[in-house]
Antibody
């Protein structure tokens, strides 16, 4: 069965970077896009960007341009999302999701990133 | 960017009742509208895609309708496990993908 397993919770200081991983199994990793969505506590879903694991092509939400980088390692079926220059407002649960043409069909369990001095 | 507006913000109903949730787009998204369910502490789950197609394993009590700018998610007879937050999402004109702000379905 399709599974996306994300890395564990992180605590970071303002100005630092965080890199979250998302390991895929149960399907051919390069066949579906990986999208990243975040959710602050008690808030709604916010789309951050997408990556094509086959080509490595990416597209980012304007809000995160210059601060986010999405990469992958196809040999271990793992996608990564790195967010830099962290601030308190970046405290949220970060989800990866597999997708076809923007339809997010399978989701990871989420990774809590806390930004605090 | 397409803005999705969901209503109501909160819906209070009892098990066995019918739930009707709305999602309105700021411009036409054709039928490229999906619905997700999210329970506390869990990731969202895809319920409906392309306005009216149930995702794999989704019970028949969930149905979606609409096209263009106005969409509806209907739960025909609420089960206790259906009380959750529901989000709509468009993929007609992206990036960016956009979500509605959510409707909280709570037990009355």
């Amino acid at each position: 069965q399709v599974q996306l397993v994300q890395s564990g919770a992180e605590v970071k200081k303002p100005g630092a970077s965080v890199k979250v991983s998302c390991k895929a199994s149960g399907y051919t990793f390069t066949s579906y896009d990986i999208n990243w969505v975040r959710q602050a506590t008690g808030q709604g879903l916010e789309w951050m960007g997408w990556m094509n694991p086959n080509s490595g092509n990416t597209g980012y939400a304007q809000k995160f341009q210059g601060r986010v980088t999405m990469t992958r390692n196809t040999s271990i079926s793992t996608a990564y999302m790195e967010l830099s220059s962290l601030r308190s407002e970046d405290t949220a649960v970060y989800y990866c999701a597999s997708a076809v043409a923007g339809l997010l069909d399978y989701w990871g369990q989420g990774t809590l990133v806390t930004v605090s001095s | 960017e397409i803005v999705l507006t969901q209503s109501p913000a909160t819906l209070s109903l009892s098990p066995g009742e019918r739930a009707t949730l709305s999602c309105r787009a700021s411009q036409s998204v054709s039928s490229y509208l999906a619905w997700y369910q999210q329970k506390p502490g869990q990731a969202p789950r895809l319920l409906i895609y392309d306005a009216s197609n149930r995702a794999t394993g989704i019970p028949a009590r969930f149905s979606g309708s609409g096209s263009g700018t106005d969409f509806t998610l209907t739960i025909s007879s609420l089960e206790p496990e259906d009380f959750a937050v529901y989000y709509c999402q468009q993929r007609s004109n992206w990036p960016p993908l956009t979500f509605g702000q959510g409707t909280r379905l709570e037990i009355k």
